[in-house]
């Protein structure tokens, strides 16, 4: 199959994120990553909000701010407004409904934490949370992201390449993917009562799409800490993918010789490939995936907009597979 390339799409007419607010906000942040990376920066939200009268955060002011650079590799479309992007979420672990994971995770406990990887690495080690939040230079990553149920959103992320994490631990020549295992603690977690799909959540990455330079290792969201229903305290963000290959709150992370099936290769094969690229001209066998819901531009008349090849990051991803038939390797 061909992968053409599309521009990015432009923005709509509505205008519900105050765009000023928070593009003042990213170079203030900017500004203090040259010096100060994920270091605690209070004074940063409540100055930007200030300055607009808008309370962009709408979070808990609380939270840990994180300084980061702006990366080039975000797109230039509006984010989704704070309250869409923490309200609206799948995180089965905590329930299958949208508002679920924002009513339960406050029940997630984010330390201790530390990240296993093994397997064929020449250098398996656990990698402890607060490492994790310095291991490199933290980037802010302004992402479209496309779940396979139809809806999209563009999240702004904070994180590094998880290349930057893989290099440390020395792949060898037999690792050829890397399995990503998510937590899975029925004392923390009710959606684990429910056999929804296999538990723990799994997914996995072909080694060089895991060590691609859009795959994020993500510590953030719009300049704090991550909300826990967003994946607290790290999780995965592979922007060309359907959002179920971006794992939240990540365990372990294994390199394997063999494709492992994941979680939902597992529960329902015919519906849920290994690659789940996005892929307007690739039905879901249920439903069409030719369209999208932006969520946060609103209206029940608003015109769904059209999905784009590989997500509209094809022109960075697309050699990854080269001479692959996409259909059959959906
Ligand atoms: N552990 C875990 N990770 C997960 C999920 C999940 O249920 N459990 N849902 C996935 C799906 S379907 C999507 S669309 C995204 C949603 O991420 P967000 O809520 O931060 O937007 O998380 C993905 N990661
Ligand atoms: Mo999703």
Redesign the pocket.
Known sequence: MLIRTHDASTPAASDITPREVWRNRRHLLAAAGGTALGVTLPALASTAAKASGTIMQGGDSKAQKLAATASKLSTPERATPYKV?TTY?????FGTEKDD?VKHAHRLRTRPWSVRVEGEVAKPRSFDIEELLTLAPLEERIYR?R??EGWS?V?PWIGYPLAELIRRVEPTSKARYAEFV?LADPKQMNGLAVPVISWP?MEALRLDEAMHPLTLFTVGLYGEVLPN???APV?LVVPWKY??K????LVSIRFVEKQPNTSWMRSSPEEYGFYSNVNPEVSHPRWSQATERRLGEDGFMQRRRPTLMMNGYADQVGSLYAGMDLRRNF
């Open positions: 992007v979420n799948n995180f089965y672990e994971p992201m779940c396979v959103m999240s998510t959540y229903q967003n994946g999780r959002g179920f971006s794992a939240k709150s």
